[in-house]
Nanobody, 124 residues
Framework: QVQLHESGGGLVQAGGSLRLSCAAS????????TGWFRQAPGKEREFVAL????????YFADFVKGRFTISRDKAKNTVYLQMNSLKPEDTAVYYC?????????????????WGQGTRVTVST
């Protein structure tokens, strides 16, 4: 089973940018659709973005379209989430997950591996 580790979170002012990384070990992440989800305090985990196993297809939640991008570096076995124009409502713990669905999935129940999460805090 692939093990995932997120990094890159932190404190940023509104309008700023962060790049999150999801690094895999144990097995290649390149055989899995990969998704980013987030969970704010008191809320359920929600879908943010996904990328297909080969990196040719991506999909975003409406609330991040035009601000976030997702990419895959096969050589580094890593998926990235570039977050621009951050808003205070983007504050959450961000998790990456790996799914056996090659195209990825917006449903967290379809993911078989998760990282421990990285915290993003956007200040006003």
């Amino acid at each position: 089973q692939v093990q995932l580790h997120e990094s890159g979170g932190g404190l940023v002012q509104a309008g700023g940018s962060l790049r999150l990384s999801c690094a895999a070990s144990g097995r290649t992440l390149n055989e899995h659709g990969t998704g980013w989800f987030r969970q704010a305090p008191g809320k359920e985990r929600e879908f943010v973005a996904l990328i297909s196993w080969d990196g040719t297809s991506t999909y975003f939640a409406d609330f991040v379209k035009g601000r976030f991008t997702i990419s895959r570096d096969k050589a580094k076995n890593t998926v990235y989430l570039q977050m621009n124009s951050l808003k205070p409502e983007d504050t959450a713990v961000y998790y990456c997950g790996a799914t056996s669905y090659f195209g990825g999935s917006v449903d967290s129940k379809d993911y078989v591996s998760w990282g421990q999460g990285t915290r993003v805090t956007v200040s006003t």
